[in-house]
């Protein structure tokens, strides 16, 4: 399958698609990367240096795979940092260019812009591109919990007001919503688990909670479960393999202090977990 890829790049790490190109073709997927930044690290190391690309950019490169008739045999695209407005714009006219070529290209947009416990971090007025723009154009959206109860202006601390909040975002426009680092009141501080809401009931993945930061553990998993949705064709498989190899990942990173993905390190367990969670559907 081929993908096009719209997000960040970095020189040092694995985050944007730093982390989901090479996680990607390892299940075997041709990707297209496009940058909508280029910073020689993650912000949270306390600097960085690079640059916010231009839409324009973004534009000229989609317009030459355009014209040299590539598009046609793109499968999807995925999103994730923008960077700024302006690029949220350009990804989604590149998701118009594509589906213009291919009717039956999916796109996973992963609407990343803030954590629990950071709050938000990205330019002013993504936010709001995410949810007045992006959503409704997603055929699937993968976002946190703390970005989920942003869209929806709902606060979760229960199953049912996940279960609600992916609701309201589905009535939007896209028939997948994939809430990570979901935490509720009935699991604890020690549990972290991942929700899948479709047309046809909902599922639960439940890991426990590791400690540190963990940089670009979302970019990870959102570029695992398209890369397993297509090949699968099995959103509940899908969830389970993606779970599974973002925790192995996770947790050697975690084991190394971490930070930084142990992306390389971990590949073979991320693309082959020697354990595969437990998927429970819960609607």
């Known amino acids: 399958m081929n993908i096009l890829s719209i997000q960040s790049q970095v020189a040092y790490g694995h985050v944007g698609n730093a982390a989901a190109v090479f996680a990607l073709q390892r299940l075997g997927h041709e990707v297209w990367p496009i ?5 020689s690290n993650h912000p949270a ?20 795979l355009l014209e040299q008739g590539f598009l046609p045999e793109c499968n999807a695209v995925l999103s994730g940092y923008m960077g700024s407005p302006a690029n949220g714009a350009a990804s989604l006219a590149a998701v118009e260019t594509v589906r213009g070529e291919n009717p039956d290209a999916l796109y996973v947009c992963d609407p990343v812009f803030g954590h ?61 919503i ?42 990870l998993f959102s570029a695992l479960y398209l890369g397993h949705f297509l ?35 971990a590949q073979d367990l991320m693309v082959d977990p020697a354990d595969i969670l437990t998927v429970a559907q819960v609607q």
């Open 35 to 39: 940058p909508t930044v280029e910073f």
């Open 45 to 64: 190391h306390g600097g960085f240096r690079g640059r916010v690309n231009d839409a324009d950019m973004i534009n000229g490169l989609v317009d030459g």
């Open 116 to 176: 629990a416990g950071r709050g938000i971090f990205v330019a002013e007025g993504l936010p709001e591109f995410f949810r007045d723009n992006a959503v409704p154009k997603a055929d699937i959206l993968t976002p946190n919990q703390f970005e989920l109860e942003w869209l929806t202006d709902c606060e979760i601390s229960s199953l049912q007001d996940a279960l609600q909040a992916c609701q309201k975002l589905r009535n939007q426009g896209p028939h997948t």
């Open 178 to 219: 994939v809430c990570t680092s979901l935490c509720r009141n009935e699991t604890g501080p020690d549990s972290v688990e991942t929700l899948l809401v479709n047309n046809d009931g909902a599922w639960l993945a439940q890991n426990k909670r590791l400690s540190g930061e963990l940089f670009g553990a979302g970019d």
């Open 231 to 265: 090949v699968e064709n099995d959103p509940v498989q899908a969830l389970s393999k993606a779970v599974s190899g973002t925790w192995a990942v996770l947790q050697l990173t975690a084991d190394r202090g971490g930070g930084e993905l142990a992306l390389i390190a």
